[in-house]
């Protein structure tokens, strides 16, 4: 069970990915792809917290949305900007997998793809600043805790919630 903090948690998850959704959807027209991304991926990093790992079924029901607006916008700009943000989320992951298998599942490394795609639709450069921000939230939840094995599926999308409030915050422009 994850008790009444990880409830809490989750709620002010779901409400942070509410409101920075709506406050790029001015800007960003394909952001309400990238906000039903990071509701689904929110409840894979719960399974997460409690199994140490991001279910499959969940992480590709995540890319549902950002292949849906891939499709329906169909444009040069807005595929590579997606592709953009999966490979800038996904390789340094990957990489680090294939370091170290042991030290950061797969699941992981395809959770950060489609975070850093659904990112990708609204700007590529905010898949870099949700994969920093992200490893740095994960990181410090270790130091605090005091454990070496921590699940980091909430700190991509905690990553990709910060990456889209600092972004917006900081009037990058949506691609």
Known sequence: MIGVVGVTVVGAALLTCAFVTAWWLPVAPRVPAT???LVVLIGAALVDVVEHRLPNALVALAA????VAVALAWTPDVTSGALAGAAVMGVPLLATHLVSPAGMGF???KAGAVVGASLGLVE???AALGLVTGLAGAAAWGVLLRRRRIPLGPGLVGGALAALGLGRLLEVAAG
């Open 35 to 37: 906000g039903a991304t």
């Open 64 to 67: 549902v949305p950002v292949l």
């Open 107 to 109: 699941g992981d490394v």
């Open 124 to 126: 590529p450069q905010l």
